[in-house]
């Protein structure tokens, strides 16, 4: 063999004494990677003890996710690390005892030394021959001892303890999840009432304004990242509230049901049939529709057609002068023209009546999606709201007996502490409804009564008070929970007390809750209560939701 020969000969040696010595480094290492990527994932399992971080199986799974990544990342880290020939020939030298062969036949090959041909082939020669004789197997093992890896499982026994033993975290974990989850589709839903609302042609531009801007209110605060339950609530009550005011407003603008009385005038016209049929069914739309072919109609008609329309014309303005002044007025002068054989002026009141119908149409429309959508709004306020006593439920069902008792008083505070937010409401201005719950136990969060509780059926509403004077006081009956023979039939006047309140009514719950509640809230901002506190409120009346 030539002296490259040889050299390449020892080279090969050294390249593979290399990756054995990176085999037992990584062999030597792997243990404490091990170790950390344990150790981690414990803290983070400690920590989830103290706040609600994570479950107990994604803590397993992220633990064993760090194991893999802290093995690959030392596993690169070892065996893509390059060394020189120099280095590896004098490891070589330090591990298999070869006296600085190695080193100087690699020194000699690069030109270190100035040695003469014969010795430098003599000395490679021997530096090979002591190379063959190296047994790496038994002088470079692939061993590990088992106190390198205790740490390890050390760390791995305290994380499956506390993995197993149950987390005072898990049930609030589960509510914050379920909420947030709640909330996100709330919003979504509420993202796709405000593009329907933008798209509805029915309504006009400033009344398509007016109705989203309360969604958009909504949307901004519940897309905020950690929004808390309190502050959805809130901001959907909020909203909820706005819609329903912009519906009674729209409402006061569109023709009152009463407006059909004047259809019995005019349906004594057979010219103002179609017209006095649309009132009397309460087609705004089509009333107005109506009101404008009769206009386009007037020239064709005869004198006594045209008589007998002013006369109808002139009996349902005096009908409407009480219900709607501006509609009435424009009939009355559609009446005076037709009398005075004035065509072009009885079309033009008539015109202008039908486009007062109209803009009443489109009031009426806005007022009933505004309640539409009101109403959706009341119905993401309690998805919301039994969100967390939901997922605190499942929770409890789901997790450790020894653990039961706890999640059961997260979830009841959760879900909006029924009963004390019953009396919180005991000292509102509507006291008999707060009574009327928070004295029959606690209910649930989505307002089904509990064991031994329940909503009332009807409640007593207290005659007018003069509040002219000092006032009195008064109250809202709520003996029909415990003594419900003492309440009568529903519907039906109470029986005689001489303890009772007299001049009022009994009205079915459903029916006044809504006012409780929109005037519950509509004084939250001002009530001096803590924000933070604000929210039982809100709770306690999504718990009484009939």
């Known amino acids: 063999m030539t002296p490259d020969d040889d050299f390449r000969a020892l080279g090969t040696y050294l390249g593979q004494w290399d990756a054995r010595r990176r085999q037992t480094t990584l062999w030597a290492w792997l243990p404490r990677a091990v170790a950390a990527a344990l150790l981690v994932g414990l803290v983070v399992a400690l920590a989830a003890r103290a706040r609600p971080l994570l479950a107990a199986a994604e803590i397993a799974l992220l633990a064993a996710a760090l194991v893999l990544v802290a093995a690959a990342a030392t596993a690169v880290a070892v065996l893509a690390q390059r060394r020189s020939l120099a280095e590896r020939a004098r490891f070589a030298d330090r591990r298999f005892g070869l006296r600085e062969r190695a080193t100087t036949a690699v020194e000699i090959h690069a030109g270190q030394h100035d040695v003469p041909p014969a010795l430098a082939a003599r000395q490679l020669g021997d530096a090979l021959a002591a190379a063959k004789a190296v047994d790496v197997q038994r002088q470079l093992p692939l061993t590990t001892r088992p106190a390198e890896w205790l740490p390890a499982l050390a760390a791995l026994l305290a994380l499956a303890l506390a993995l197993w033993l149950p987390n005072p975290q898990a049930a609030l974990l589960a509510r914050q999840r379920a909420v947030a989850a709640a909330v996100g589709q709330q919003a979504a839903a509420l993202a796709e009432l405000s593009e329907q609302i933008a798209a509805d042609e029915s309504l006009t531009p400033e009344q398509r304004d007016a109705l989203q801007q309360p969604l958009e209110e909504a949307l901004t605060t ?233 909503h009332v059926e009807n409640v007593f509403v207290p005659a007018p008070v003069d509040l002219s004077g000092e006032g009195q006081n008064v109250e809202l009956e709520v003996q029909c929970l415990s003594d419900p023979a003492a309440c009568g039939p529903p519907g039906q006047p109470l029986p005689s007390d001489p303890s009772r309140p007299t001049g009022g009514s009994v009205v079915p719950f459903d029916q006044v809750f809504g006012d409780y509640r929109d005037a519950a809230f509509e004084a939250l901002p001002g009530s001096g209560i803590p924000p933070g506190l604000q929210g039982l409120v809100r709770d306690y009346f999504s718990a009484l939701e009939p």
């Open 222 to 454: 519940l897309n905020e990242p950690g929004v808390s339950q309190a502050e959805a609530l809130a901001a959907l009550s909020e909203a909820e509230t706005e819609l329903r005011e912009l519906g009674q407003t729209f409402d006061h603008a569109a023709v009152s049901a009463s407006v059909a009385a004047a259809a019995d005038a005019l349906s004594r016209s057979a010219a103002a049939g179609e017209l006095a049929e649309a009132l009397q069914e309460a087609e705004t739309a089509q009333a107005a529709t109506a009101a404008g072919e009769l206009a386009d109609a007037l020239p064709q008609l005869d004198d006594a057609a045209r008589q007998e329309l002013a006369e109808s014309l002139a009996e349902a303005a005096a009908a409407l002068a009480a219900t709607d002044a501006a509609l009435a007025e424009q009939l009355d002068r559609a009446a005076e023209a037709l009398a005075q054989d004035d065509t072009a002026g009885a079309q033009e009141a008539l015109r202008e009546a039908a486009q007062g119908l109209n803009e009443a149409a489109q009031a009426g429309a806005a007022a009933e999606r505004a309640a539409q959508t009101a109403g959706e709004l009341g119905a993401a306020r309690q998805q919301v709201a039994a969100a967390g006593a939901t997922a605190t439920t499942e929770q409890a069902q789901a997790g450790q007996e020894g653990a039961a008792g706890e999640t059961g008083q997260q979830g009841e505070g959760a879900a909006g502490q029924s009963g004390g937010a019953g009396q919180a409401g005991d000292t509102g201005p509507e006291g008999g409804a707060g009574q009327t719950t928070g004295g029959e136990g606690q209910g649930s969060a989505t307002g089904g009564p509990s064991a031994g509780g329940g």
